[in-house]
């Protein structure tokens, strides 16, 4: 196929992007690439650097499917920038999926999240028909987007919904930010694990091959099995209170972990099904213990390092700060080198 992804340069894009070029498939790029290019040059690889809030409809063109990934991620950016959330998370992805369509592109899949189940009183697993309760700005925006993309499915526009459990484990944008990942670097590097209290909150979690497996065994899918669709990626091995997961973490680093708990109570709990993708055909590869390793050899052999641009909201905010400082100083297009 040939595919467009939007934010093909961020966390779980970058190694969507690689894996949809090792099966064959023609890939457009789309991303602003705030944290830098982690995508290596292809013969099948076109790179667009654009803000997906204006993207143009030739971009569209000769496109069989498209994943719109963009998102400002994860829910502290998206509580700081608000307004920016909503528009790229929910109102960008609205306008990309009427051009897609309006361009006769055959499918969209859109990456939501199932941080929208919000908090989730009973013990029993909710699924894609349970009601929904976002609690933040980033959970509101992607509920926003689902409920006003899935009604353009049609005969000729196959609509498809992933709800993606938290992701974790190694890309080349790399992310600290999210639970598995800084709990292996906190543990790893000071062998004190940070852990939101009061650590019984259920959170499913899926690896990000997992899910970027997911995305590409539901375009290879009959359109009457996945068309207006909502499937939850995931699986029941990988859902985790986040107690138990820190000793899981602990156990993998050594016995002499401490666990460092932080903020208040964290109210986002939901303990999610996985079947229905499931009796689709669609397993997990990967589990918490593989991620954790596999952070934790890259940090040992100097290949991973927590950065500024490891933490989304913080280098979000560097961005902002640098664009103040520096937006009058160029004369002539340069600062202190002049060009010739």
């Keep these: 196929m040939n595919i467009l992804i939007t934010g093909s340069g961020g966390y779980i894009g970058s190694v969507l992007t690689k894996m949809a070029l090792e099966e064959g498939h023609k890939i457009r790029a789309v991303d602003r690439f705030f944290f830098g290019d982690n995508i290596p040059d292809h013969k099948n ?3 667009i650097q654009r803000d997906c809030r204006d993207l143009e409809d030739d971009l569209f063109e000769d496109i069989d499917a498209v994943i719109d990934l963009v998102a400002i991620s994860n829910d502290p950016a998206g509580e700081f920038f608000k307004t920016e959330t909503i528009e790229i998370n929910y109102e960008s992805r609205v306008r990309t999926a009427n051009i ?16 929208i189940y919000g908090f989730n009183e009973s013990a029993d697993p909710v699924n894609e028909l349970s009601e929904t309760n976002p609690l933040t700005t980033y959970a509101v925006a992607n509920e926003n987007a689902e409920k006003n993309i899935l009604p353009l499915a049609s005969e000729d526009f196959c609509v498809t919904i992933i709800r993606q459990a938290t992701v974790f484990g190694f890309s080349p944008r790399m992310r600290f930010d999210l639970a598995i990942n800084g709990m292996t670097y906190g543990a790893w590097k000071n062998k004190k694990l940070p852990l939101m ?7 499913p979690m899926v690896h990000v091959k997992d899910t970027c497996r997911a ?12 068309n207006g669709e909502i499937f939850n990626v995931g699986s029941k091995e990988c859902t985790y209170q986040l107690g138990p997961l820190a000793k899981i973490v602990a156990n993998e680093i050594g016995n002499d972990v401490q666990i460092e708990w932080y903020g208040d109570v964290d109210h986002r709990s939901y303990n999610v099904s996985f079947e229905k993708i499931k009796r689709l055909g669609f397993e997990v590869k ?4 593989y991620g954790i390793n596999e952070i934790l050899e890259k940090l040992a052999n100097g290949t991973l390092n927590k950065t500024t ?4 909201l913080d280098w979000y905010k560097l961005l902002e700060e ?11 297009g340069s600062i202190l080198k002049v060009k010739k």
């Design 45 to 47: 690889l076109e790179k």
């Design 100 to 115: 897609a369509k309006l361009k006769g592109v055959k499918r969209y899949i859109l990456p939501s999240s199932c941080s």
């Design 197 to 203: 209290r009061d650590g019984q909150q259920w959170r």
């Design 215 to 226: 995305m590409i065994f539901l375009l290879k899918q009959k359109k009457e099995d996945v």
């Design 286 to 289: 990967y589990d918490a213990v």
């Design 309 to 312: 641009k490891t933490m989304t």
């Design 322 to 332: 640098w664009f103040e400082t520096l937006k009058d100083m160029p004369i002539n």
